[in-house]
């Protein structure tokens, strides 16, 4: 049975439920995952600076020779 | 020095030696300790051949001494550059990044073995590199663009520098897995350590850039390939070449909340907002690489003007949440301690006579008023034309890099000496001036190179007479008075440097030994505690720093609004 994120089943003891709403918000879990730090951190200039930039030099027109 | 074992491992490989830091508690690893060691003293080595290169290069710009005929200039100019830009704080990085990971989150290093390796290949590629260079067929500058080729050696070792780099960042990284696993913190990691993590992130990304670079270049250099398109390199290259500084001023920053917390306890004002400051570095502060290709044809100007007024806007954003950040926890905590007279007793009061704190208070505005203001002025596509390539980028940068970055970092080795070489400093005196000197000489550095770029003194000529030359050009006198400025104040900026390394090398090798009774009777780290914890000071009644940070503000709007002004004097409108 799959169950709803968030979801409390009946049987389900009060104390289980009270740490699911105690999970920390997103920014805390994204800040104290190192790696997942470093994958936007390498990501983001990968593509905004590096790709992007090599396609716009990608498409300057070749000079006639 | 305690022999403890590690959870999980059995026999004689999991017995790790710790000791317990009689100055800040921290928890050493003894294998950490001496590679920091080793490291900071490697890095201490070329500053003092780096700096003397750059006293070199200074006092042939100025014009009345012209000091060294124009092939040794641009093979110095290149020295300097490699000594002082990689080697120099690179080798301090990889000391810093040991620091906020194994000690201050009391654990092991992760694979020490591998960081020995890191360590002989870094010094094996930066002595290659330097001696390609001093065999002067390699004077291609700091920037090596292309068509101007090195010898295969140059490149070979800039590469090895490299790969040893990249394999200390994953030893970062490794030792957090490791720390959390073995349960050395809980929840959070402490702010010092969240920076590194920071530095890390960013040196991985100047790496691979680096990689993708000059690994075709080492091949044409070989003559293995035929061509490398100059925009192409010069695009890839600024990724790693500006990402390299961004590193730096993440580090220089850890630094700052460093020292305010060893010297007076002092935490950031919020801990969330400053961590939140560090992810706008990580998403956005590499970015700023595009501001060295914002003249160049064929590339659009929604790629310039994204990557440099808008996303790099947000990296600066970060840089002045740390620019408030750092002087408030520094308020909160003097006031904490008593010092609360008027809006600024607590700045009177400070600890000026001591080095460290001397060091970061001018690291801090200098790099604010100085780097981070004329930082964005050549980030902004409209105005940076007013001295692109000229000396004032040269200027920006030392404001950042030796005026931000070097200067943090020798105020630092001031609490590093005592905390992993256990010596007192010696000549007390002497290091207690060292900083306001070393600031003095690199502010004007700073100033009179961007006075003359503002005139539009080339950042890369050796001759601004243009002697023999077919076609000339009369820059106006004072163009030459600012050089001649510019000299005099790197004769300054050498007097402290040499002072500096002077007490390092005195205190390693002659400084008294400190004991645990040192630590109690003259305490070099009174607030160290905070620094290995998770949180901040969390107010912010801090009439001093908003007025501080106001008149920044005030300078920062004033400068912008001028260089408009000078633009629009260049290109009249009717």
């Given at each position: 049975m799959v169950e709803r994120i968030g979801a409390v089943s009946q049987d389900e003891p009060a104390a289980g439920a009270a740490e699911r709403d105690e999970r920390p918000p997103f920014m805390q879990r994204l800040l104290d995952n190192p790696f997942l730090l470093l994958f936007i951190g390498v990501t983001v200039p990968t593509v905004l600076y590096l790709i992007w930039g090599i396609l716009e030099i990608a498409q300057i027109p070749l000079s006639p020779s | 020095m305690a022999t403890i074992a590690i959870p999980g491992q059995i026999g004689e490989a999991a017995e790790e030696r710790f000791r317990t830091c009689p100055d800040t508690g921290l928890h050493v690893h003894a294998k950490a300790e001496t590679l920091i060691r080793v490291n900071l003293i490697t890095a201490v080595t070329f500053l003092g051949i780096g700096g003397l290169l750059g006293l070199l290069v200074a006092l042939t710009r100025w014009q009345a001494v012209h000091l060294l005929p124009a092939e040794m200039f641009y093979m110095v100019l290149?020295?300097?550059?490699?000594?002082?830009?990689?080697?120099?704080?690179?080798?301090?990085?990889?000391?810093?990044?040991?620091?906020?990971?194994?000690?201050?989150?009391?654990?092991?290093?992760?694979?020490?073995?591998?960081?020995?390796?890191?360590?002989?290949?870094?010094?094996?590629?930066?002595?290659?590199?330097?001696?390609?260079?001093?065999?002067?067929?390699?004077?291609?500058?700091?920037?090596?663009?292309?068509?101007?080729?090195?010898?295969?050696?140059?490149?070979?070792?800039?590469?090895?520098?490299?790969?040893?780099?990249?394999?200390?960042?994953?030893?970062?990284?490794?030792?957090?897995?490791?720390?959390?696993?073995?349960?050395?913190?809980?929840?959070?990691v402490p702010l010092a350590t969240f920076g590194g993590l920071t530095g890390v992130i960013i040196m991985i990304f100047t790496l691979a850039s680096g990689a993708i670079i000059l690994i075709p270049t080492l091949l044409w250099s070989v003559g293995i390939i035929g061509h490398i398109d100059p925009l192409t390199y010069k695009l890839v290259w600024w990724g790693m070449g500006h990402s390299s500084q961004q590193v730096n001023v993440t580090m220089h920053v850890v630094v700052w909340y460093t020292i305010a917390a060893l010297l007076l306890g002092a935490r950031p004002l919020s801990e969330k907002v400053s961590r939140s400051a560090f992810l706008l570095y990580i998403l956005f502060l590499q970015l700023a690489s595009a501001h060295h290709l914002l003249v160049e044809p064929g590339i659009s100007s929604t790629w310039k003007i994204f990557n440099t007024s808008y996303a790099m806007y947000l990296a600066v954003l970060g840089s002045m949440i740390h620019g408030m950040s750092v002087p408030g926890a520094i308020e909160a905590a003097q006031r904490r301690l008593g010092h609360t007279k008027g809006i600024f007793g607590w700045?009177?009061?400070?600890?000026?006579?001591?080095?460290?704190?001397?060091?970061?208070?001018?690291?801090?505005?200098?790099?604010?008023?100085?780097?981070?203001?004329?930082?964005?002025?050549?980030?902004?596509?409209?105005?940076?034309?007013?001295?692109?390539?000229?000396?004032?980028?040269?200027?920006?940068?030392?404001?950042?890099?030796?005026?931000?970055?070097?200067?943090?970092?020798?105020?630092?080795?001031?609490?590093?000496?005592?905390?992993?070489?256990?010596?007192?400093?010696?000549?007390?005196?002497?290091?207690?001036?060292?900083?306001?000197?070393?600031?003095?000489?690199?502010?004007?550095?700073?100033?009179?190179?961007?006075?003359?770029?503002?005139?539009?003194?080339?950042?890369?000529?050796?001759?601004?007479?243009?002697?023999?030359?077919?076609?000339?050009?009369?820059?106006?006198?004072?163009?030459?008075?600012?050089?001649?400025?510019?000299?005099?104040?790197?004769?300054?900026?050498?007097?402290?440097?040499?002072?500096?390394?002077?007490?390092?090398?005195?205190?390693?090798?002659?400084?008294?030994?400190?004991?645990?009774?040192?630590?109690?009777?003259?305490?070099?780290?009174?607030?160290?505690?905070?620094?290995?914890?998770?949180?901040?000071?969390?107010?912010?009644?801090?009439?001093?720093?908003?007025?501080?940070?106001?008149?920044?503000?005030?300078?920062?709007?004033?400068?912008?609004?001028?260089?408009?002004?000078?633009?629009?004097?260049?290109?009249p409108m009717s």
């Open positions: - | 290149t020295a300097h550059g490699a000594a002082v830009l990689l080697f120099w704080i690179m080798f301090f990085e990889v000391a810093l990044f040991y620091f906020t990971s194994a000690v201050v989150l009391r654990s092991r290093l992760a694979t020490p073995n591998i960081a020995w390796l890191a360590y002989a290949l870094m010094l094996i590629g930066a002595l290659t590199a330097t001696v390609a260079v001093l065999q002067g067929r390699s004077s291609v500058m700091f920037t090596s663009y292309v068509p101007l080729q090195a010898e295969p050696h140059f490149y070979i070792g800039l590469i090895l520098f490299a790969v040893g780099m990249l394999i200390t960042c994953f030893i970062f990284l490794g030792t957090l897995v490791i720390a959390k696993d073995e349960g050395t913190y809980e929840g959070s700045l009177r009061e400070a600890p000026w006579g001591n080095p460290a704190f001397a060091a970061l208070m001018l690291s801090l505005v200098m790099f604010g008023f100085l780097g981070g203001i004329s930082g964005v002025i050549l980030g902004t596509e409209q105005i940076n034309i007013l001295m692109h390539n000229t000396l004032y980028v040269p200027g920006h940068f030392h404001a950042t890099v030796v005026s931000g970055t070097t200067l943090a970092f020798m105020g630092v080795t001031y609490l590093l000496i005592p905390i992993f070489f256990r010596r007192d400093i010696v000549f007390p005196k002497i290091a207690q001036w060292q900083p306001y000197v070393f600031a003095i000489g690199t502010a004007g550095i700073a100033l009179f190179m961007m006075g003359a770029g503002t005139l539009g003194v080339s950042r890369r000529h050796w001759d601004i007479t243009f002697t023999d030359a077919l076609i000339t050009f009369d820059y106006p006198a004072t163009a030459f008075f600012m050089l001649g400025l510019n000299g005099l104040s790197a004769i300054i900026a050498t007097v402290g440097g040499a002072m500096y390394v002077i007490v390092v090398v005195a205190s390693i090798v002659w400084g008294k030994r400190r004991t645990e009774e040192d630590a109690k009777t003259n305490p070099i780290a009174p607030g160290a505690a905070v620094l290995a914890q998770y949180g901040g000071e969390d107010t912010f009644k801090l009439p001093g720093t908003i007025v501080l940070v106001s008149v920044f503000f005030i300078a920062f709007a004033l400068y912008y609004f001028i260089n408009w002004r000078f633009l629009a004097g260049i290109w």
